[in-house]
């Protein structure tokens, strides 16, 4: 995954809150799962999500054992892909929906439990013609526990 290194330690931080991030993802509860962006750039941005024993999904998914299901897991680190590419893009695509439209390549390494806090880094490959190609990761204590190239669509 090509994710540059050197964006991880930058010393000018670019934080973003969670009041201005709802201005840009279309996500509502209970499906924003982006707490807050941490630094960002036009290819690249880094996400936060902290995990509470009180979300949601932990009722049914395993209440004696809970664990974060890996389909969320994934959606939370697609919601930083499409924070990235709707805030580098915003006048240009006024109106339209930018999409999920696939992930390849997808490695769910560590479990996520209550008490976690998972970052989330993406980085834009490739765009062209309103397809965009994304490589993300997901870490819990700097280990690695999704990795993924996503693709999004941008669609009238």
């Known amino acids: 995954m090509g994710f540059p290194t050197e964006c991880m330690n930058r010393k000018n931080k670019r934080p973003l809150s969670t009041e201005k991030l709802l201005e840009i993802l279309p996500h509502r509860y209970p499906m924003f799962l982006v707490d807050t962006i941490l630094d960002y750039e036009e290819e690249w941005a880094i996400g936060k999500k902290l995990i509470s024993m009180n979300e949601w999904y932990f009722k049914g998914h395993y209440p004696e054992n809970p664990i974060m299901p890996g389909s ?73 526990c999704i990795s993924a190239e996503m693709t999004f669509a941008l669609v009238n």
Do not use: H, W
């Open 72 to 144: 969320l897991l994934l959606e939370a680190l697609s919601q930083v892909g499409t924070f990235m590419i709707l805030q580098k893009n915003r006048p240009d695509i006024s109106g339209k929906n930018l999409l999920f439209a696939g992930a390849k390549s997808l490695r769910f390494l560590k479990e996520v439990k209550p008490g976690d806090e998972v970052i989330l880094y993406c980085y834009l490959e490739r765009s062209r013609m309103g397809i965009y190609t994304v490589s993300g990761r997901g870490e819990v204590s700097g280990n690695i």
